[in-house]
C-alpha cells in the first residue's frame, strides 16, 4: 500500500512562505499525478496544485497561480509544495494525493491520500 506523509505545515504572516513536503513509500503505484489539496473549516476539499510523477507538468489552481509551485525530488521519492506570498485565505489543512488518472484537479480521482499538515495564515 502507498502510503504519503505531509510535512512542514505550520502559522505564518501573511505575505510570508512555507515549503511543504510529501514523501511517498511502500509498494510501487502507477502514478500520473501527485496532487495538493486543500480544506478550510466549515468549506469543501479543493484543488491547489498537481505535479505528474516525472514532474514533466504541473498545474495549480488559478487561486494560488503565480504564488505556489509544486516540484520533485525523485532520489528522495518526496513532493513538494512551496508557498510564498501567503493569504490569510490560504488557511487550511493541506493534503497530498497520488492519482492514476489525467484529472489532476478532481478529488474524487485520487487512490491515495496523505494525513494533512495544517497552515494557518495570520492577518
Known amino acids: 500500500q502507498v502510503q504519503l506523509v505531509e510535512s512542514g505545515g505550520g502559522l505564518v504572516q501573511a505575505g510570508g512562505s512555507l515549503r511543504l513536503s510529501c514523501a511517498a513509500s511502500?509498494?510501487?503505484?502507477?502514478?500520473?499525478?501527485m496532487g495538493w489539496f486543500r480544506q478550510a473549516p466549515g468549506k469543501e476539499r479543493e484543488f491547489v496544485a498537481a505535479?505528474?510523477?516525472?514532474?514533466?507538468?504541473?498545474v495549480y489552481a488559478d487561486s494560488v497561480k503565480g504564488r505556489f509551485t509544486s516540484s520533485r525530488d525523485n532520489a528522495k521519492n518526496t513532493v513538494y509544495l512551496q508557498m510564498n506570498s501567503l493569504k490569510p485565505e490560504d488557511t487550511g489543512v493541506y493534503y497530498c494525493?497520488?492519482?492514476?488518472?489525467?484529472?489532476?484537479?478532481?478529488?474524487?480521482?485520487?487512490?491515495?491520500w496523505g494525513q494533512g499538515t495544517q497552515v494557518t495564515v495570520s492577518s
Open positions: 494525493a497520488a492519482t492514476r488518472y489525467s484529472a489532476p484537479n478532481s478529488a474524487s480521482m485520487y487512490d491515495y
Open positions: 505535479i505528474t510523477w516525472s514532474g514533466a507538468r504541473t
Open positions: 511502500g509498494r510501487p503505484f502507477s502514478t500520473s499525478y
